[in-house]
């Protein structure tokens, strides 16, 4: 971009622009941010699935104030360096060479992609990029920034500060004390005994088990998954089926299948499928769908392989 328009190493850097009139939008603008992120997640729960947001997004940090730290970069430096970034650079880069509303576009684009993350969450790609479309059409609107980063700000204050919450609890719990702890030992001796919290009755200290298993040891857990799978304890063959999910485990779907075929207790054989179904293993689900006895089970099985066929992403591929 730069080579085409050589003359644009620099953007227009009203930070206040407009005077009064952008700050009196503040506040109504970030509303309507927030009501249309809750919007799009809900939507592509339902388009795309259910989404487990414990582990996964509970951040890799052990200390209060490493969540002091996460949340004043949420709160402040994100948004101060991500406005300068697309709102202010990319975007002005990009209305030297195209037209403003392709610019827009484009930047929208670049941001979204931004926040891929590994675990390519649809609510959080479309949300960003409906967001980066609402921050673009505002720079065109009102130029000045400073606003625009204090939008910025409370938007992810708004996501932000309910999981800081949770984490700064989590650091607080005993029993995830206890976990950290076992982060010095031998992988042999620090994975059993967190994988007996994955059972956990605590959805917090379960979470914060199968973020440790999924971020620490997601090569190491794998013996110790298998023998939990095996287990007679139900909450401790649930957890490993969890973390199986989280770590994506794939190779232990023959595993799942067996149990929501054969395990002795009905809610275990409905959490096997809720596994299968994440994993969008068509055929398990299909197989247990025609021949299990148990009608309940049967069901349920048909119900999962039904959603996972009505989804968007398989509509449509058949012919």
């Known amino acids: 971009m730069m080579r085409q328009s050589p003359e644009t190493a620099s953007f227009d850097g009203r930070w206040l622009g407009g005077g009064v009139r952008p700050w009196l939008f503040v506040f109504p603008f970030t509303a309507i941010l927030i009501a249309m992120n809750v919007i799009i997640h809900q939507l592509a729960t339902i388009l795309f699935g259910w989404y487990f947001p414990g582990a996964r997004d509970l951040p890799a940090m052990f200390t209060p104030a490493d969540v002091t730290i996460q949340t004043f970069l949420a709160l402040f430096i994100v948004p101060i360096a991500e406005e300068?970034?697309?709102?202010?650079?990319?975007?002005?880069?990009?209305?030297?060479?195209?037209?403003?509303?392709?610019?827009?576009?484009l930047q929208a684009i670049l941001f979204a992609a931004a926040h891929l993350g590994p675990e390519l969450r649809p609510s959080r790609v479309i949300g960003s990029f409906a967001m980066a479309l609402a921050f673009g059409a505002w720079r065109l609107s009102f130029r000045g920034l400073l606003p625009l980063m204090v939008v910025h700000g409370l938007v992810n204050a708004f996501a932000w500060l309910p999981l800081a919450t949770i984490e700064r609890d989590a650091v607080?719990?005993?029993?995830?004390?206890?976990?950290?702890?076992?982060?010095?030992?031998?992988?042999?001796?620090?994975?059993?005994?967190?994988?007996?919290?994955?059972?956990?009755?605590?959805?917090?200290?379960?979470?914060?088990?199968?973020?440790?298993?999924?971020?620490?040891?997601?090569?190491?857990?794998?013996?110790?998954?298998?023998?939990?799978?095996?287990?007679?304890?139900?909450?401790?063959?649930?957890?490993?089926?969890?973390?199986?999910?989280?770590?994506?485990?794939?190779?232990?779907?023959?595993?799942?299948?067996?149990?929501?075929?054969?395990?002795a207790l009905f809610k275990l054989r409905g959490l096997a499928l809720f596994r299968l179904q994440a994993f969008k293993d068509i055929e398990g689900l299909r197989g247990i769908a025609a021949s299990h006895p148990d009608p309940q089970t049967s069901s349920l099985a048909k119900r999962l392989l039904e959603s996972i066929d009505n989804r968007p992403d398989r509509r449509g591929s058949g012919k």
């Open 172 to 263: 607080t719990r005993p029993e995830c004390r206890k976990m950290e702890a076992l982060l010095h030992e031998p992988a042999s001796k620090a994975v059993p005994a967190i994988l007996v919290h994955v059972g956990s009755e605590d959805e917090l200290v379960q979470a914060y088990a199968i973020n440790l298993l999924v971020k620490r040891y997601l090569i190491d857990a794998k013996p110790f998954v298998r023998d939990a799978l095996e287990s007679s304890d139900p909450a401790l063959v649930d957890g490993a089926m969890y973390v199986c999910q989280e770590a994506g485990y794939t190779d232990f779907i023959p595993e799942i299948r067996d149990l929501a075929s054969s395990h």
């Open 84 to 105: 300068v970034l697309f709102r202010g650079f990319t975007l002005g880069l990009l209305q030297k060479i195209v037209s403003s509303r392709i610019a827009v576009l």
